[in-house]
């Protein structure tokens, strides 16, 4: 049996660090994943820990404090937000490129300018093509449930990348739920003991960023490239276990009610739970709508995607994030992508949706299943570059 507790999904972060223990944790702080830190650092000075806190001048320094334990041979997380994961920009390829398993929660937000405190996911999708596994999560109990998995999945001899463990700031950043958690001792028997097989502190030969010179630099980005690919493999066995130990069952994705779906709405993180209810609306008047609910962004589940998808006719992938493309989301480009090779392809369109916050209701998700019914109804797709919600636009 767990733990049962009310907690915001910071303090759900923040209790994973305590029982995780690494040995390094360096922040800097900004809203809204600050509260993860300031839990964390009060467990650090009542010796709930022995974690050494390292209170850092910036978040680009934050990486770098953790790219050097990782590199010694210590377990190292962080946190952040927004502007100080664009902060990170150029230590993230650095974590990747050095095959460091450091783990990092981001309360998502919105990148300036202007300047916006409230969620989207412009800041992790910014960062999709680091090298980082992303995890995203619905609510305060996938927040906990991934951090805690994210070291297993980065430590990995298979993987040895970082891992992204994202949440919706103050959407359930802040918001208090009821989790359920798991024992300090389970907890500790699952993550185990972090024992790289080189480090700076090993006693072998090491060298940690090196120049690399055209000889070898490819090969080591192929490296690296292939450990995203063989990650998935890892990622799953990893849910599987956590989910024989709690009861909690992960997959790559969710599938809601997608058995018999003509139309399909494919989203991250909260906005999940508004989609699934327009879903049990639209069910409820004998509809056959279903919602996809991505868990995994990084590796991109493209073959499990393709398949969820060969049954269905028409699919709204929403983004939130603008990529500025001028074609499309960066959720899209891969549902699509993941599509090509169908033999029965549905049609796809792309909604870039609650950017700095905007609301997003059920009766909005209502409108895009309604879209696709036009679609399913007319065979034309109309314009696929479409935004949801902004004012003066139908």
């Keep these: 049996m767990g733990i049962r507790e009310r907690l915001s999904g910071n303090e759900a972060v923040a209790t994973a660090l305590k029982q995780i223990n690494p040995d390094v944790v360096a922040a800097y702080p900004i809203t809204p994943s600050t509260e993860v830190v300031h839990y964390f650092s009060q467990y650090v000075a009542d010796g709930e820990v022995d974690t050494e806190f390292v209170a850092v001048e910036s978040e680009h320094s934050a990486m770098s404090a953790c790219i050097a334990a990782s590199a010694a041979g210590g377990r190292a997380s962080t946190i952040t937000s927004a502007c100080g994961l664009a902060l990170m920009w150029e230590l993230l390829y650095v974590a990747s490129g050095s095959r460091l398993p450091v783990t990092l929660g981001v309360a998502n937000r919105a990148l300036s300018a202007p300047i916006n405190i409230n969620n989207d996911h412009s800041d992790s999708m910014g960062a999709r093509d680091s090298g980082w596994i992303q995890l995203y999560a ?5 927040a906990y449930d991934n951090y805690l998995m994210s070291s297993r999945i980065a430590e990995h001899k298979d993987v040895m990348l970082p891992v992204m463990a994202c949440q919706d700031g103050f959407i359930t950043s802040h918001a208090v739920e009821n989790i359920e958690l798991l024992e300090d001792e389970k907890v500790k028997a699952f993550i185990g003991e972090y024992e790289p097989e080189w480090s700076l502190l090993s006693g072998k030969p090491t060298s940690v960023g090196p120049y690399d010179t055209q000889a070898f630099y490819f090969e080591h980005q192929y490296q690296r490239a292939r450990a995203m690919v063989e990650s998935k493999k890892v990622i799953l066995d990893v849910f599987r276990e956590f989910g024989e130990l709690t009861g909690r069952k992960y997959d790559l994705f969710e599938e809601y009610k997608m058995e018999d779906a003509e139309r399909a709405i494919i989203v991250l993180n ?25 868990r995994v962004f990084r590796p991109f589940p493209i073959e499990e995607i393709a398949k969820a998808l060969s ?9 939130k994030a603008e990529s500025f493309s001028a074609v499309g989301g960066p959720v899209f480009v891969d549902v699509r992508t993941a599509c090509y090779d169908l033999e029965k392809r549905p049609e796809i369109i792309n909604y870039i949706y609650g950017l700095g916050g905007r609301d997003v209701r059920v009766e909005d998700f209502i409108k895009v299943f309604d879209q696709l019914g036009d679609i399913v109804k007319t065979g034309k797709t109309g314009e696929i570059y479409r935004h949801l919600g902004v004012r003066g636009v139908q």
């Excluded at 909260?270 to 609910?293: F, P």
């Excluded at 006719?313 to 983004?319: C, E, L, P, Y």
């Design 138 to 142: 619905e609510n305060n109990q996938e």
């Design 311 to 319: 049954h269905v006719k028409a699919v709204a992938v929403m983004d």
């Design 270 to 294: 909260s906005s999940a739970g508004t989609a699934k209810a327009a879903c049990d609306a639209l069910r409820a008047k004998g509809e056959k709508v279903g919602v996809i609910k991505l």
